[in-house]
């Protein structure tokens, strides 16, 4: 079993800034993929910002040039970096991991922008 602790989310302006931090319990140097989902209420889960196994990273073009995704790998932890935020970026932001073909989530952290 894979947990997933995830922490940074709260309240900002239209324009401010957070970090999201996601600690993996397990090595993050061999799995699948791994980053970081959100889903606002009544809407579906998107993705935000994702590192796969082929070494790329990719990003919802909602966030292009706002959000960036770092590692940690000693830490075994991912980051993302929200920039620029805007009222549309309000949402449950859930960390998630793909390894051995399962696909795990964290338990979610709620970020909230002020309009």
Known sequence: QVQLVESGGGLVQTGGSLRLSC???VS????NAMGWYRQ???KQRELVARFTSGG???YADSVKGRFTLSRDNAENTVYLQMNSLKAEDTAVYYCNLIVAYHNYWGQGTQVTVSS
């Open 56 to 58: 790329t990273t990719n």
């Open 28 to 31: 993050i140097t061999s799995i």
């Open 23 to 25: 600690a993996a319990s």
């Open 40 to 42: 606002a209420p009544g």
